[in-house]
């Protein structure tokens, strides 16, 4: 479970309709598919999906700016595992996308992956509690 974040520079806010903060890039930019076919198929039923399901990031760029939107764009390679650990340690969020995925799921996946120690309370509850000023 990696997954990266795209960033645009250069972007005026106040032209913008709206800033996304979270769009899945269902296949990374090497090719690799976030998830497995049949996970894939589940969760197009589930959501009633058609279409192209694995837009690249030069498809979903261009979606968005047609809309004059922003989106934070989330894929799966290491690269946010890396921010996570060091740019991000104060931002990154527990988000689990159940009912696809169940917390149990996500937490074992995470456990699996390479974030300090210091930075796991961080991403599981901390940043949370601050953002929703539960905690100082």
Do not use: C
């Amino acid at each position: 479970m990696g997954i990266s974040v795209v960033t645009v520079l250069g972007v005026d806010v106040d032209e913008l309709v709206a800033i996304d903060m979270h769009v899945h890039a269902e296949i990374s930019a090497d090719g690799h598919p976030s998830m497995p076919e049949h996970l894939m198929a589940g969760s197009a039923r589930y959501f009633k999906l058609d279409g192209d399901r694995q837009p690249g990031l030069p498809q979903i760029a261009a979606y968005y700016r047609q809309r004059r939107m922003a989106a934070v764009v989330f894929t799966p390679p290491p690269l946010l595992v890396q921010y996570a650990n060091t740019l991000l340690r104060d931002k990154v969020l527990f988000g689990s996308d159940f009912p696809l995925l169940t917390p149990d799921r996500w937490l074992a996946d995470f456990d699996a992956l390479d974030i300090k120690p210091a930075v796991r309370p961080l991403i599981l509850k901390q940043n949370a509690a601050r953002l929703l000023g539960l905690a100082p």
